[in-house]
């Protein structure tokens, strides 16, 4: 009987700890392999990857456009622009929050090619964004709100 009093706190310390919530610089961690799934979908056209970024119920806000709400319409609008994206490269200028929530403040630059007639043009596309990330019931981070501004 003894025995069994002493093992039983020991596995419900066991079980708390196996949920715990991640720390800070778990969060950063996890959230920067995510923003390098962003570069991947740019580089591969594999769009199936945005499904592992974005919140089912994200928001996508879009420099002179209205917002685009919900994962899937983010995607597809994603398909529609992709083909002329070449490159991507952001930087995380800030992050902050807590393990839950967190904002991430950075720079980001993207190769576009604009073809007219018979040639094609490559411009760098550089603007300031900002993201909110959340935790899902998984324990992933996922953009819940994704907004950038041209640099001007």
């Known amino acids: ?22 720390t800070f610089e778990e969060a950063r961690s996890k959230i920067k ?12 056209k594999n769009t199936a990857l945005l499904e592992e970024v974005y919140a089912k119920d994200a928001n996508f806000l879009a420099p002179g456009a209205g917002i685009v709400k919900g994962r899937d319409s983010i995607i ?8 002329n994206m070449l490159e991507m ?3 995380t200028t800030d ?4 393990p839950e929530v967190v904002y991430e403040v950075g720079v980001v630059q993207t190769k576009i090619k604009i073809s007219r007639k018979d040639k094609d043009t490559v411009f760098t596309y550089k ?4 993201n909110v990330w959340k935790r899902d019931e998984k324990g992933e981070y996922r953009l819940a709100v994704d907004i950038w501004n041209d640099f001007n």
């Open 1 to 22: 009987m003894k025995r069994t009093f002493t093992i039983l706190p020991m596995l419900a310390l066991l079980a708390i700890s196996c949920h715990s919530k991640p």
């Open 33 to 44: 392999a995510q923003n390098e799934k962003l570069h991947q979908v740019i580089a591969t």
């Open 76 to 83: 597809a609008l994603w398909k529609s622009g992709l083909g």
């Open 89 to 91: 490269h952001s930087e």
């Open 95 to 98: 992050i902050n929050g807590t």
């Open 127 to 130: 603007a300031k964004y900002s």
